[in-house]
C-alpha cells in the first residue's frame, strides 16, 4: 500500500524567508510525486509533479520541490515566501504499475502561515 | 477550477435520508473521482469511474454509492446519510491514467444532522 507523511501539522514563516514543507512516501516501485495547495473555501490546484528525470522540480508561484530517492522524500520549497502563500499544502503519491496505479494517496496537509 | 462544476456546493441534511451530489465536467476527461475532506486525514478516495458504467471502489467506499451515465457526470449518493459523512466532498478529473495529476472541482460542504 502507498502512504504519504506530512509530518508537521502547521509551519510558520516570516515573508521573504525560504520556507520548506515536508513530504515523505512510501510506495511499490518508482513514484509519481505531486503537490497541491488549498485556499480557503476553495478546491486543492495543482502546483507540481514528478515523474521522473531531473530531481528538482519546478511549479506554479515559483514553487520547487526536490524528490530524493535514498532519503523517499519530496520537499517543496520556496526561496522567498509571501503572504499570499498562507494556505493549505498536500502532498500526494501514486505508483507507477500496478492495480489503482492511477489513484492518488494524499498526506493529511500542513498549514503554511507567513508572518508579514 | 478546470471546467469542473459541483452541486450543490452546500447542503444540510437529515440522519437516514438520501443525497445525492453532481459533479460535471467540460473537459470529456476520462477518468473522475470522489474524495472527502476531513480534518487530521487530507483527502480520502471515495470512489472512481474510468468510463462511462465503468466505477470501483476507493479507500472509504462504504456507505456510498456512484453512477456515471455520461463522460460528462458522475453522481456521488448517500443511500442513508449519517452524521460520520458530514464532510468536504470534492471531484475530480484527469484526461487518463498517464495523464498523472487530478484537477479538482470546488467540492461540496455536506452536513448531517
Known amino acids: 500500500a502507498q502512504s504519504v507523511a506530512q509530518p508537521e501539522d502547521q509551519v510558520n514563516v516570516a515573508e521573504g524567508n525560504p520556507l520548506t514543507v515536508k513530504c515523505t512516501y512510501s510506495v511499490s516501485g518508482n513514484p509519481y510525486l505531486f503537490w497541491y495547495v488549498q485556499y480557503p473555501n476553495r478546491g486543492l490546484q495543482f502546483l507540481l509533479k514528478y515523474i521522473t528525470g531531473d530531481n528538482l ?12 530517492k535514498s532519503q523517499t522524500s519530496f520537499h517543496l520549497k520556496k526561496p ?37 | ?9 452546500h447542503k444540510v441534511t437529515e440522519t437516514g435520508t438520501p443525497v ?38 476507493g479507500e472509504v467506499s462504504d456507505g456510498y454509492s456512484v453512477s456515471r451515465s455520461k463522460t460528462e457526470d458522475f453522481l456521488l449518493t448517500l443511500e442513508s446519510a449519517t452524521s460520520s459523512q458530514t464532510s468536504v466532498y470534492f471531484c475530480a478529473i484527469s484526461a487518463s491514467s498517464d495523464s498523472y495529476e487530478q484537477y479538482f472541482g470546488p467540492g461540496t460542504r455536506l452536513t448531517v444532522t
Open chain 1, 80 to 116: 522567498s515566501a509571501l503572504v499570499s502563500d498562507s494556505a493549505l499544502y498536500f502532498c500526494a503519491v501514486r505508483s507507477h504499475s500496478g492495480a489503482g496505479s492511477y489513484q492518488l494517496t494524499f498526506g493529511k496537509g500542513t498549514k503554511l502561515s507567513v508572518i508579514p
Open chain 2, 1 to 9: 477550477d478546470a471546467g469542473i462544476t459541483q452541486s450543490p456546493r
Open chain 2, 20 to 57: 445525492t451530489l453532481r459533479c460535471h465536467q467540460t473537459e470529456n476527461h476520462r477518468y473522475m473521482y470522489w474524495y472527502r475532506q476531513d480534518p487530521g486525514h487530507g483527502l480520502r478516495l471515495i470512489h472512481y469511474s474510468y468510463g462511462v458504467k465503468d466505477t470501483d471502489k
Open chain 1, 57 to 68: 522540480v519546478k511549479g506554479s508561484y515559483g514553487f520547487e520541490a526536490e524528490f530524493n
